[in-house]
């Protein structure tokens, strides 16, 4: 029994450290792209779905095989740089976001209850995409994404004569997130056309 582990070992090491590149994984087409730093939003909401939509970007850019990266330029820094070592900038502009309840119900007890409310939130933003070696626009287009989920949207607890109430705006935030990403895959699929 000590041999055959011991042979599985010796053909298994080798074979795990032969599957390792160390080196950077190139790109299928050798595209660069460089996100750039968003302005602030209006809001901490907007701010959060900026950050949000970057960094799904930038995923799902990569999933296509695209060399991208976030960078802390913005347009002005880039436009004014002569050493470019990437082919495209793509630029989030005004991001809107807003989320609302539009109805629900409150379960409760005797201890206690929880409300539970139909959450929609909304995302909006300008996609610009530019060729990094004459900051020529190549396109512009809105992308737009809304998600709605039932969520709790507060909890209360008491009984006898005193009651507390807590709202929950995480769960609102948590719909930002899934817009932000659903928008960030629309706008994957713009850059890479305007890419080709």
């Known amino acids: 029994m000590k041999r055959l582990l011991i ?6 090491v080798p074979g795990v450290a032969l599957a390792f ?8 087409n050798n595209v660069r792209i460089a996100i ?4 602030p939003g209006n809001s901490p909401d907007e701010t959060l779905v900026q ?19 976030e960078t802390a330029w913005t347009y002005e820094d880039a436009a004014t740089n002569s050493n470019v070592d990437v082919d495209y900038y793509v630029e989030v502009l005004g991001t809107r976001a807003d989320a609302d309840a539009l ?14 409310g139909v959450v929609v939130s909304h995302v909006a933003a300008e996609l610009r995409v530019y060729d990094a070696h004459t900051m020529e626009v190549l396109t512009s287009q809105n992308i737009a994404k ?8 507060s909890i209360g607890f008491g009984g006898g004569d005193v009651f507390a ?11 930002y997130r899934s817009a932000a990403k659903a928008a960030a895959k629309d706008a994957a699929v713009v850059i890479v056309e305007a890419v080709k």
């Not at 590149?21 to 299928?28: L, T, V």
């Not at 950050?51 to 990266?69: C, F, N, P, Q």
């Open 21 to 28: 590149n160390p080196q950077r994984r190139a790109s299928e």
């Open 165 to 175: 109430w807590i709202a929950m705006p995480f769960f609102e935030r948590q719909q």
């Open 7 to 12: 042979a599985v070992l010796v053909l298994l």
């Open 146 to 153: 809304r998600s709605s989920a039932v969520r709790p949207t």
């Open 51 to 69: 950050e949000k939509v970057v960094r799904y970007l930038t995923s799902e850019l990569k999933k296509r095989g695209i060399d991208a990266y």
């Open 103 to 116: 109805g629900g119900i409150d379960i409760g007890g005797r201890d206690g209850e929880v409300s539970l």
């Open 36 to 39: 750039l730093h968003p302005e």
